[in-house]
């Protein structure tokens, strides 16, 4: 099955600093994978997706991700930390044996402190 | 243009009784998914739908039901709910892949606390 890790639970940064939130990745064949961002109490919002092509991709908000098929990961970066970042962020991976529903990683908090 | 709309937003149960979830989109999608979300465990795949008419399990359908009668609409059923069905419960949908090259669009969520 296609899945994805995020190995850190929380990542702290201060704000202006540059964030990196990691994702590693096990699929069979070429990976669709995608970021997403959670607010409390809030639905999951879109921020970018790699399916092929350059291996860094832009999102929204300033986000970018990097695509690296060597080390099997695809981390979320911003040059510039805001506050207004702090939010839950998940990776995930498109299934196709599961109506291509994503599957998705446990989440990262990230906390981004004046 | 809403999206996708879920309904409840907050429902308590207690322990036997049943109910159902809607999921209401306008953006003429194919697919529709049911997602639940627990602390420290991500989102997990409950059952999802390819077209009107059709639902099939994702990773964790027991003690769930679905339903797609027309294609805006994907309902979940809890037939006797119990205290571990306790969770926020996210809806999804998206163009088929021919359209879309995948990314999902989400409701606002239903958190149902099983007493």
């Known amino acids: 099955a296609q899945s994805v890790a995020q190995p850190e639970d929380q990542v702290n940064v201060a704000e202006g600093n540059p964030l990196t939130v990691k994702c590693t990745y096990s699929?069979?064949?070429?990976?669709?994978l995608f970021w997403y961002v959670q607010y409390p109490n809030r639905g999951l919002q879109f921020l970018l997706k790699?399916?092929?092509?350059?291996?860094l991709v832009k999102g929204s908000y300033g986000f970018e991700a990097e695509f690296n098929k060597s080390q099997t990961s695809f981390h979320l970066k911003k040059p510039s930390a805001l506050v207004s970042d702090s939010a839950l962020y998940f990776c995930a991976v498109r299934d196709e044996d599961s109506g291509y529903a994503l599957n998705f990683g446990k989440g990262t908090s990230l906390l981004v402190t004046p | 243009n809403a999206g996708v709309t879920q309904t409840p937003k907050f429902r308590v149960l207690k322990t036997g009784q049943s109910m159902t979830l809607l999921c209401a989109q306008d953006?003429?999608?194919?697919?529709m998914y049911w997602y639940r979300q627990d602390p420290g465990m991500g989102l997990r795949l409950i059952h999802y739908?390819?077209?009107?008419?059709?639902?099939a399990k994702g990773e964790v359908p027991d003690g769930y039901n679905v339903s797609r009668l027309k294609k805006q609409n994907f309902l979940l059923g809890l037939e006797s709910a119990a205290p571990s069905q306790t969770s926020v419960y996210f809806c999804a949908s998206s163009h088929d892949v021919i359209v879309s090259t995948g990314e999902l669009f989400f409701g606002e969520g239903s958190r149902l606390t099983v007493l």
């Open positions: 739908s390819v077209g009107e008419g059709t639902t």
């Open positions: 790699y399916i092929t092509g350059d291996n």
């Open positions: 699929v069979s064949g070429n990976p669709y």
């Open positions: 953006m003429n999608h194919e697919y």
